[in-house]
């Protein structure tokens, strides 16, 4: 971050000193965790469900923090900040937060963010969004664009209303690029998310099933994610998925520049003679109009090509060539956890750990690449799919699941394993699509699905293991790599 006075801080966010004189200095990184506090940094004392910030502050103190970013009085020297007023678009409800504390510090926060984001009159902020794929992409613009300039993007997933503020105030004077990913549960978070880091470039990769519980429609998700080329300059530019008509059709909410990805043949940046090897990486010509470039990836997956498009595009609207966008795809690494994880055991059990989220279209696309690295060789190897629930589908839960489970079967995999009750309308789409006795099969947990593979994969098999991440299934995949170790 950049250096601010307390005193400075105070008057950003409208908040009032306590045990500070104003004159301490932050010259550190902004953090929640005492136990990541850099000399110098600024604490934020959130409420949590099992312990407060607050309670925290003189540890952070102690631990080098300059001050503390607080919503009440504490035992170090701190600004407070005021309460919230009002809910706003972008409010979401933050576990042990009753008595408002954590909206206040998140909303001090966002407007520090803002001001650092202000101060920074070399940095270029890229947005991303979509139902699918966009920590992935981040990860990749993040990459591509690092050999043009110092370049900021959050780990993981930390794409709400606390890691997109966090990630901004990680920029400072030498960053010339801040790649942020945009998350929403509802209409006006995205637009609240650009209100604190103002994007010049913005990503829409797709408008999925995702939230469908939230949003009611995908129409309505597609209002939603389009919020974020709403929310672009004049002299911006939309970067749109031109084989999704919804993200399409968003080109006209915005006053920004518009360029076209994908494969179809009016995208403007586009791949052509897609290929895939036995791991299901992607070969393709990457296609500008400032020239062609070939690309291959070391990246898992035939959905990555739509994501190094994308990455491609914005590069080369910031100032690379072809080749060097093609050089910096075939040389990006995966970098968030359990997302196409592929690893291979001593016995050449593959194992595709994919477990950090899963909706229709991510799972539609696990599915092929599992088909795709089963099949690369004759004979082709047994494979298996151990799925559990897809979240947040709403009324269309059952058909998603079932539909899943069906498409399980026309891929021809061998092995349909499907963990828990919410997601048993997969076992029985694959029986009607006509898998019989125990090629689809139904587990209760996490514990009986690592025990029936540890009992039944033999060497040369594959397999993917896929849910949404708070069922945990990511340990399935772990306990298949460990059985192997000890």
């Keep these: ?38 000399p110098g940094g600024l604490f934020l004392a959130l409420p949590g469900e099992r312990v407060d910030g607050h309670d925290f502050a003189a540890r952070a103190v102690a631990a080098g923090a300059a001050g503390v970013l607080a919503a009440r009085p504490v035992d170090a020297p701190a600004v407070i900040a005021p309460p919230v007023t009002g809910t ?25 963010a803002r001001h650092v984001v202000d101060r920074l009159p070399d940095l270029t902020v890229v947005g991303v969004t979509g139902s699918s794929g966009k920590t992935s992409t981040k990860d990749l613009i993040a990459q591509v664009l690092t050999p043009l300039g110092e370049t900021i993007a959050p ?37 609240g998310l650009c209100e604190v880091a103002p994007p010049r470039v913005g990503a829409v990769l797709n408008v999925g099933s995702a939230h469908l519980g939230e949003f009611g429609s995908r129409e309505g998700i597609a209002r939603a994610k389009g919020e974020l080329v709403e929310a672009l300059p004049e002299d911006g530019v939309a970067v749109l998925n031109a084989d999704d008509p919804l993200v399409a059709g968003m080109a006209s909410r915005t006053r920004a520049r518009v ?40 990246l898992h997956g035939p959905h990555q090509v739509g994501n190094a498009l994308t990455a491609a595009a914005i590069a080369l609207e910031l100032g690379a060539d072809p080749q060097q966008v093609a050089e910096a795809l075939g040389r990006a690494e995966r970098v968030s956890a359990h997302r196409m994880e592929v690893s291979e055991r001593p016995d050449g059990v593959t194992v595709v750990n994919d477990a950090y989220n899963a909706n229709p279209e991510s799972v539609r696309a696990a599915l092929k690449a599992l088909a795709t690295i089963s099949r690369a060789t004759s004979p082709a190897r047994r494979s298996w799919a151990v799925l559990g629930p897809m979240a947040e589908l709403g009324a269309d839960h059952v058909r998603a699941h079932d539909e899943i489970g069906r498409l399980a079967v026309r891929l021809d995999i061998n092995k349909l394993v499907v963990v828990g009750e919410d997601a048993r309308a997969m076992r029985q ?7 019989w006795g125990e090629e689809a099969i139904l587990v209760p947990d996490v514990a009986a699905a690592a025990e029936l593979l540890r009992d039944e994969v033999r060497p040369g098999d594959v397999v993917l293991v896929k849910a949404s991440n708070s069922y945990g299934l990511w340990r399935v995949a772990e306990a298949l790599l460990e059985a192997v170790s000890k």
């Design 155 to 191: 780990p993981g997933s930390f794409n709400n209303e606390l890691g997109h503020p966090w990630t901004a105030l990680r920029a400072t004077p030498g960053t010339r690029f801040l790649v942020l990913e945009l998350s929403a549960r509802g209409r006006g978070h995205i637009a």
């Design 429 to 435: 789409g694959a029986h009607l699509e006509g898998s």
């Design 88 to 112: 706003g678009g972008n409010a979401y409800v933050l576990s042990g937060d009753a008595d408002g504390a954590g909206a206040a510090v998140l909303a001090a926060l966002a407007r520090l």
């Design 1 to 38: 971050m950049i250096q601010l006075s307390l005193a400075e801080i105070a008057e950003v966010v409208g908040g009032t000193l306590h045990n500070a004189t104003g004159d301490e200095v932050v010259t550190g990184s902004v953090e929640f965790d005492t136990r990541k506090v850099t």
């Design 259 to 298: 360029v076209l990805v994908g494969e179809s043949p009016r995208a403007a940046v586009r791949a052509a003679d897609v290929t895939l090897d036995e791991q299901a990486r992607a070969s393709f010509t990457l296609v500008t109009p400032q020239g062609e470039a070939p690309v291959r990836l070391a």
